[in-house]
């Protein structure tokens, strides 16, 4: 079975960074695009960056362009979302997604709070 494990998630004060991390199982990580997802209190989930199977182009949404960087190390079946000068509205639970339509991860939590 396919499994995503998310993890990094926490609370940070506005202007912190947080690093995410989504571990792989179960499927060949590597021949896959992969992506992150978040839900903020009463919104529904966006999308919210992807990247190629060899990591070697990715997309964001317009509102974290310049302060997330999506990356992948596939001998580690391994995904990453750095975070850098978080606001409030970065305020969700953040899921790792296969493609930009398959499995979910459980999610993590991520507060940005003062």
């Known amino acids: 079975q396919v499994q995503l494990v998310e993890s990094g998630g926490g609370l940070v004060q506005p202007g912190g960074s947080l690093r995410l991390s989504c571990a792989v199982s179960g499927f060949p990580f590597s021949a896959i695009a992969m992506s992150w997802y978040r839900q903020g209190p009463g919104k529904q989930r966006e999308f919210v960056a992807s990247?190629?199977?060899?990591?070697?182009?990715?997309n964001y949404l317009d509102s974290v362009k310049g302060r997330f960087t999506i990356s992948r190390d596939n001998a580690k079946n391994t995904m990453y979302l750095q975070m850098e000068s978080l606001k409030p509205e970065d305020t969700a639970v953040y899921y790792c997604?296969?493609?930009?339509?398959?499995?979910w991860g459980q999610g993590t939590q991520v507060t940005v709070s003062s």
């Open positions: 997604r296969l493609g930009i339509s398959g499995a």
């Open positions: 990247i190629t199977s060899g990591g070697n182009s990715a």
